[in-house]
């Protein structure tokens, strides 16, 4: 009852005290992760969650953009085709938002279908793209009737240029890759590694904090976890 009326008597701290209580409901709402992997609808995610694990990184997979938004650190994996991903990314804002955490300097690690859509545009399905790098995804083309398409299986992947995610990854090092199609970056400065597939084509790219493989450090074994151990505590810069 003393109670009741010393609250009834003070209405600014009875406003205050509300208004604490509901602030503090509105910002657990949304949760906030050291490392999100972003759900687009795009496949592979567990096994990027789990060579995470192996490595100390404790990823949490969302679809939330909110999420990703506050998260210190950001993979984009993905498997499957270009159109149906952007789709995705526009109908839950996603896209935009991961345009957002990039320009603020996050982390951010791309992954295979994660690296093709992130050039500004894609050959398969005549598909305009995110643009987070300046060039092209193409099609293998073979005349060779022996180079089958997929590439499909271990392939040697050489760094031309240093950078914190490849550190102690060796010239010839095999990563496991599966793709149809090819990044054809505008820029040379923005290749961070090559691969050779009937001729040299990249396979690690990056500006800033934002690198991207098309072969699947998750599936690579050793050296797929060094990829990874490296982005752990990595600060972004190049």
């Known amino acids: 009852m003393l109670a009741t009326r010393a609250l009834a008597s003070c ?5 205050s005290l509300v208004s604490a209580l509901f ?5 657990i709402a949304v949760s906030e992760f050291e490392t999100v992997i972003i759900d687009y609808d795009a496949g592979n995610l567990r096994s990027v969650q789990r060579a995470c694990h192996q490595v100390g990184i404790d990823a949490h997979i969302t679809g939330d953009p909110q999420e990703v938004a506050r998260a210190r650190r950001v993979i984009f ?14 109908a839950n ?7 957002e955490v990039i320009a603020a300097g996050t982390p951010t690690l791309g992954i295979c279908l994660g690296l093709q859509i992130s050039f500004r545009h894609s050959e398969e ?41 490849l550190a102690g990854i060796e010239p010839g090092d095999a990563f496991y890759f ?46 797929g976890l ?13």
């Not at 804002?93 to 345009?99: A, H, I, V």
């Not at 060094?226 to 190049?238: A, M, P, Q, V």
Request: with cysteine; glycine share 12%.
């Open 11 to 15: 209405p600014g701290f009875l406003i």
């Open 23 to 27: 602030r503090g409901r509105h910002t």
């Open 77 to 90: 994996p993905g498997v499957g085709a270009a159109p149906s991903a952007m789709a995705s990314l526009k």
């Open 93 to 99: 804002g996603l896209g935009e938002t991961l345009r």
């Open 125 to 165: 399905g005549d598909t305009p793209t995110l643009g987070l790098l300046d060039g092209e995804v193409r099609r293998f083309r073979f005349d060779n009737p022996d180079l089958k398409v997929p590439h499909m299986g271990w392939n040697d992947v050489v760094p031309n240029q240093a950078h914190p995610l």
């Open 178 to 223: 599966v793709h149809s199609y090819y990044p054809a970056p505008s820029r040379a400065e923005n290749v961070y590694a090559r691969a050779d597939y009937d001729g040299e084509f990249a396979c690690a790219v990056g500006a800033g904090n934002y690198f991207a493989t098309q072969f699947h450090p998750e599936k690579s074994g050793r050296v």
């Open 226 to 238: 060094r990829l990874f151990e490296n982005f752990k505590t990595w600060d972004g810069s190049c």
